[in-house]
């Protein structure tokens, strides 16, 4: 059975850190891409960052330069470094894991950890 398990979500202020984790198990976590997504109320979920199996990152363009994902292969963990947070950071912030093989595409979420950024 896969599950995805975000940790790491509170309330913080603005301008402060916070650190999400994302355990994985049931998948051969090191072949899969993983990413943290975001859905705000009444918005659409979108991608924040995602990290491939080779190391190599994309960020989405308002959180350049302030959050940082890695992964931890050993640990079947996958991570979202914030830092210099904005009221507008706050979301529901999902982990998901993506693997294409033969063809077929497997995706797996997590349930999600609450964020909200207020002073």
């Known amino acids: 059975q896969v599950q995805l398990v975000e940790s790491g979500g509170g309330l913080v202020q603005p301008g402060r850190s916070l650190k999400l984790s994302c355990a994985a198990s049931?998948?051969?976590?090191?072949?899969?891409?993983m990413g943290w997504y975001r859905q705000a109320p009444g918005k659409q979920r979108e991608l924040v960052a995602a990290?491939?199996?080779?190391?190599?990152?994309n960020y989405a363009d308002s959180v350049k330069g302030r959050f940082t994902i890695s992964r931890d292969n050993a640990k079947n963990t996958v991570y979202l470094q914030m830092n210099s947070l904005k009221p507008e950071d706050t979301a529901v912030y999902y982990c998901?894991?993506?693997?294409?093989?033969?063809?077929?595409?497997?995706?797996?979420w997590g349930r999600g950890t609450q964020v909200t950024v207020s002073s």
């Open positions: 998901k894991a993506d693997r294409i093989r033969f063809g077929n595409l497997y995706a797996y």
């Open positions: 049931g998948i051969s976590f090191s072949v899969y891409v």
């Open positions: 990290i491939t199996s080779g190391g190599s990152t």
